[in-house]
């Protein structure tokens, strides 16, 4: 019995280290696992703020061409409405220059009509 009972620690106490080393080990592989963790999410937020830094540029480049198509329609715009302009004026300028010329025919006819009827 005393035998099977040193026999039995003994087994008990390979048994307890054992356990005990692959304990440490399964520690240690958590650490490394909780580093590699906190190393990729350093990454991770590196990355993020640089790609959001790269968002922001894009996004005020675009804003910035927006502001300059606006800007360049605007223009164009005005452009047009003041050839318009100048074209209407241009055509009301003809129109009463080709209404005078009209009515100095008229007036013409009419005198020689008049010049006509009296002789």
Do not use: A, C, P
Not at 6 to 31: A, D, F, T
Not at 85 to 103: A, H, I
Not at 108 to 119: A, G, T
């Amino acid at each position: 019995m005393l035998d099977n009972f040193e026999l039995e620690s003994r087994h008990q106490k390979i048994i307890n280290g054992i356990k005990s080393k692959w304990k440490n080990i399964g520690l240690k592989y958590k650490e490394k696992l909780n580093e590699y963790k906190k190393q990729n999410e350093k990454i991770y937020k590196i990355k993020n703020k640089e790609l959001q830094k790269k968002m922001r540029e894009k996004d005020e480049i675009l804003q910035r061409n927006i502001e300059i198509n606006k800007r360049l329609k605007s223009e164009e715009k005005e452009r047009k409405g003041n050839l318009m302009k100048q074209k209407t004026e241009n055509v009301s300028q003809n129109l009463e220059v080709f209404l005078y010329k009209q009515e100095e025919e008229r007036l013409k006819l009419e005198r020689n009509m008049y010049h006509k009827s009296i002789f």
